[in-house]
Every structure is written in C-alpha cells, then in structure tokens.
C-alpha cells in the first residue's frame, strides 16, 4: 500500500492504480470523455487532468499512476479553467445544432459542457466539413461533424468486437476517424453490431433505425432479455407511445454489458410487424372436430372447382392457445398409441432462453418418452 493525498484527503491505495481509479473508489468525481472502463485508457481528450504537487504539466489521470507522496488537486482553478478550454476548443470543431440534435439528454459532451459553462467560441465555429450519414451500412449512422476525436469506437471496435473497423487519418487540424483506411464499414468487414454506437459519446455514431424518433428524456427504458439466441444478453428496449423504437446497451448487463450483435441490438422490427403471428393456427378441420376421413370426399368433391367457392378444410385459421394445445396433446397421444414415441421428434428453438429449451427436453426425455430431439443453432 502506499499513501497519496487527493483534494488534501489522506488515502491508502494500491500502488499502480491511476488516479482515477483512486478517485473514483473515494466518491471523488473527475470528468472524462475518450475513458470508459470497458476500454484502453488513452488520455486523448485532456478532460479528467489533475494537478500533480511538483509536476510541470498539468496530468491526464486515467493513464498515470499514483506514486508514494503523491498530492493531487483534482479541482483547482487551474484545473477548472484548462477544461473549460478544451470543451471550448472541442465546440470549435462542432456544429451548433444541439437544440435538434438526435442524442440531446444523452451527450456526454453536452453534459460537460453545461457543467463548466463553456460556450461556442466568439470568434466563430468550423461548422460543418463532412457529409452527414455518408456510410452506406443500413443501421449506423455516420456525422463526423460531431466527433472529438476520442477514439472510443475504434477501441471498442477492436477490443471488444476485434474487427478493427475504425482508424484515424491525417495528422493535425485535418485528423479524422475514418472506416477501412477511407473505404466504408461495410467493406472494412462491420459486422454491424452497433458496438462503436454504444461507446459514442456524441452524436458521430447513432442509429439510423430510430433517427429522429425520440430523445432521451421521451422514452421509456424496459430492461429485458434478448431473443435471438440462448446466450441470455440483456438490454434495454427504448418504448414510446408503447411501440418498441429501438434498443440500447444495458452497462450493468451480467452476461454481456454493452456488447450486442446486430441481431439483438437491430433485429427488433419484428415486435411489430404486420406478419408477425401472434397466435396459434390449426387446421378448420381440426377445430371443427373433424377427422382426415371425414373430409376426403369433401376435397375430392372440389378439385377442379374455385379455391374461392368455400373455406377449404385444409386452411389455417386462428384459435385460442388452451384449444390448440388441447390439439397437440391429442395427436400426440394417438401417434404415441399407434407407432411408439420414437416416432415423434421435438425441435426446439434459439429464440427460446436455456430454461425453455431444458424444459422442451424434458417434455421429449420423461414425458413423450423420446431422445428425439434437436435445435436449430447450426454455427
């Protein structure tokens, strides 16, 4: 252990945490924007500098150590003022279209800015020097114009997605984040998870499926399990107006925290989808009581005839769950009688979660009496 004194505060810590790391286990807030836990710490964006007792410069604290003796100010004037600069130097670059801008209630940099008070420069703004939405992937939208240059998506693309889709380009007043080295994501192999879309802290990155929707403050968040597969990723459904909208990384998810594939974190549109079946559908002869043999004269009787004459016995119709799987119990039963259980076979479904799925197995091993059964995820 060594000591360290933090805002004049006597604290033991570890040796080798950063600053931050011990500011944040004491309840003392530094501010930051390229940081996040889940990445790299970098130190590109000079918001969460401290000042170090005897040191030249003023120190990015997510990438230094703390040392024995070390005394840190994490709020002096000095400190105050050189981040309200750079928020200003930051606004220079950015457009002024906060009072329209998509993820308002939810930038960091908006945050941040509010917080020092920190305003477009007098002397004027670069405005707007790239296309807006100029990447062709069907669900990220891409506005540079917003970016700071904090390197988060390209981190997160590579550590947590390892497809190194994002890079940086040019040097100086021209840098620039840019995909497969100025291609597009698509072609710099993006699998389209949405991962650098999560860890954005501005508007660069956000999707196109919900653009314009709603803001932050106009959703409601319903935490919930995904779908797709049995993996058992959490997220948070966005609901307005009770209509699913669009889905957004749940951090404390204890599966998967912000990470998603494209299918849970795009594959949402199905909720409410006009095809989508919502119950159960039998046979007309089955819910009429009807047997096969009762009907072949029936369909003999028809052929050659109009399928518009009469509802055929053989079409789908709805029916209430409690009827369908009174149904299913019956056929069941009477191919069990008539051929062994053997004969019967159980798919069960990805979609389902692992419980489901184990009592699908159960239902096939101790109850029909089979070991005929499989599942659809063929990786």
């Known amino acids: 252990m060594i000591n360290i004194k933090l805002d004049g505060k006597d604290i033991q810590t570890e040796a080798g945490k950063t600053i931050l790391q011990v500011a944040k286990e004491s309840g003392v807030h530094i501010p930051t924007l390229c940081y996040h836990k889940d990445l790299s710490p970098t130190g590109n964006c000079r918001m969460c500098i401290v000042e170090v007792k005897g040191g030249r410069f003023l120190q990015a604290a997510c990438v230094t150590p ?6 840190i100010e994490t709020s002096s004037e000095k400190v105050t003022r050189d981040r309200k600069l750079t928020l200003e130097l930051m606004l ?9 801008c998509d993820v308002t209630g939810e930038c960091e940099l908006q945050d941040l800015a509010y917080e020092y008070r920190a305003k477009f420069p007098e002397w004027g703004t670069k405005g707007k020097r790239y296309q807006i939405d100029s990447d062709p992937n069907p669900f990220v939208r891409v506005d540079m114009n917003k970016c700071i240059l904090c390197r988060r998506c390209e981190l997160a693309c590579a550590e947590i997605q390892v497809r190194d889709v994002w890079g940086v380009a040019k040097r100086g ?10 291609t597009n994501m698509l072609e710099a192999r993006c699998e389209s998870c949405g991962q650098c879309v999560a860890y ?6 956000s999707n196109k499926l919900n653009y314009g929707m709603a803001l932050a403050h106009q959703v409601r968040k319903v935490t919930t399990t995904c779908s797709y597969c049995g993996v058992g990723c959490q997220f948070d459904l966005l609901v307005k107006n009770n209509k699913v909208i669009g889905v957004s990384s749940n ?3 204890p599966v998967n925290g912000m990470a998603l594939c494209v299918k849970g974190r795009y594959g949402y549109d199905y909720i409410h989808h006009p095809d989508r ?4 559908r039998v046979r007309r002869y089955l819910l009429e009581g009807k047997k096969k043999e009762e009907i072949r004269e029936q369909i003999e009787e028809k052929r050659g005839k109009p399928a518009s004459d009469t509802p055929s016995a053989w079409d789908w119709v709805e029916a209430e769950w409690d009827v369908a799987l009174e149904i299913v119990a019956e056929k069941f039963r009477m191919i069990k009688e008539a051929h062994g259980a053997d004969s019967i076979g159980l798919l069960t479904s990805a979609k389902c979660l692992n419980e489901e799925n184990y009592l699908m197995n159960k239902l096939a091993r101790q109850v029909i009496g089979t070991n005929n059964i499989d599942h659809c995820a063929r990786l």
């Open 66 to 71: 703390v040392a024995e003796g070390m005394e």
């Open 92 to 100: 220079a670059n950015h457009p002024m279209d906060c009072l329209t």
């Open 173 to 182: 007043f021209s840098e620039q984040i840019v995909a497969g080295a100025g």
């Open 200 to 205: 954005c802290p501005t508007g660069a990155l």
């Open 251 to 253: 951090p404390n998810s």
């Open 277 to 280: 079946v919502t119950k159960p």
